[in-house]
């Protein structure tokens, strides 16, 4: 089974609306890390947003959420107020284990465009 | 953040020469160093974990003859792709971990475009 599995390979998003990004994952181990990653068409991999398995809120930075379902093991990226330069492919990631095991599996990410 | 470097950031190559990548980290010492493979199109696919002053773990598949991992420094990984093929043409990226301020998260490099010609 896929560790972590996007399931939008696509995305066309009008700019200022609202924008969610899917992300379910598997794992039996119950200390694990979820990571969004945004990689512009430069490459660099670009850190948004992190939510711990024992994190009691959802994680939120500026515009950005992770919508966190433990229950439903899913881990949804929110962007609110698009703005162009969102455009960009963007990837979920999972860290399992606890400290030492800093290992990242990653989602086949999903391609937003943004509309002006 | 902290700032990962790679070098070169593109590389044209003759089949069967090798090709050595670095990646540093500037501003933070980085005991533990990542080094990922991107095809066009797709996700990032771990290839090797590196340790300062220890042998470089490799993930299933990844020939470590020829995918040559140093990390003699805490600064400073190097990936040398020995006896390039066209297939090994692809975007490689390393990442550095910060084990100094949690969710010790790893921060990227600008990555390394390798052209088999």
């Known amino acids: 089974a896929q560790k972590i599995t996007q399931t939008q390979p696509g995305m066309f998003v009008q700019e200022k609306e609202a924008v969610t990004l899917d992300c379910t994952y598997d794992?039996?181990?119950?200390?694990?890390?979820l990571f969004w990653y945004k990689q512009p068409s430069s490459g660099e991999m670009i850190f948004l947003i992190y939510q711990g398995s024992y994190d009691q809120q959802n994680a939120t930075e500026g515009r950005y959420s992770l919508n966190f379902q433990k229950a439903r093991k899913s881990a949804n990226l929110v962007i609110s107020a698009s703005q162009l330069g969102d455009s960009a492919m963007y990837f979920c990631?999972?860290?399992?284990?606890?400290?030492?095991?800093?290992?990242?599996?990653f989602g086949t990410g999903t391609r937003l465009t943004i509309i002006p | 953040g902290a700032v990962v470097s790679q070098h070169p950031s593109w590389v044209i190559c003759k089949s069967g020469t090798s090709v050595k990548i670095e990646c540093r980290s500037l501003?933070?010492?980085?005991?533990?160093m990542f080094w990922y493979r991107q095809f066009p199109k797709q996700s990032l696919m771990l290839m090797a974990t590196?340790?300062?002053?220890?042998?470089?773990?490799?993930e299933q598949g990844v020939e470590k003859d020829k995918f040559l991992i140093n990390h003699a420094s805490l600064t400073l990984s190097t990936l040398t792709v020995t006896s390039a093929h066209p297939e090994d043409s692809s975007f490689y990226i390393c990442s550095a971990l910060d084990w100094g301020l949690e969710p010790y998260e790893q921060y990227f490099g600008p990555g390394t475009r390798l052209t088999v010609t």
């Open positions: 590196s340790n300062e002053g220890s042998k470089a773990t490799y």
């Open positions: 794992t039996s181990d119950p200390s694990y890390g």
């Open positions: 501003d933070f010492q980085a005991t533990t």
């Open positions: 990631a999972m860290r399992e284990g606890g400290f030492g095991n800093e290992k990242l599996t």
